[in-house]
């Protein structure tokens, strides 16, 4: 079984940034895309970023210029670089990954347990 561990929420002062790491771990053959998503009190979940195994990327237009997403495929890890922060970008994030746990299984779609941001002054 494999599993997602978030780190480096926290809270920021708007204009500030913050680097989130997603690490995968556990019984991992390959891993597709990778993808950071938010929800904040009172909305629904949305896609942030996403990040394929090739380094393609796709970002939700209200992030475009501030928040870049990496990846680390030596490492099974993901990152989310925000810049410029805003107080709209205060939800809990959370990481996903397309993943085969052995060959010939069926890619499932993993996530991790989220981490908080909050931007506020």
């Known amino acids: 079984q494999a599993q997602l561990v978030e780190s480096g929420g926290g809270l920021v002062q708007p204009g500030g940034s913050l680097r989130l790491s997603c690490a995968a771990s556990g019984r991992i053959f390959s891993i597709n895309t990778m993808g950071w998503h938010r929800q904040a009190p009172g909305k629904q979940r949305e896609l942030v970023a996403s990040?394929?195994?090739?380094?393609?990327?796709n970002y939700a237009d209200s992030v475009k210029g501030r928040l870049t997403i990496s990846r680390d495929n030596a490492k099974n890890t993901v990152y989310l670089q925000m810049n410029s922060l805003k107080p709209e970008d205060t939800a809990v994030y959370y990481c996903n990954a397309d993943l085969r746990s052995l060959p010939g299984r069926p890619v499932y779609d993993y996530w991790g347990q989220g981490t908080q941001v909050t931007v506020s002054s």
């Open positions: 990040i394929t195994s090739g380094g393609s990327t």
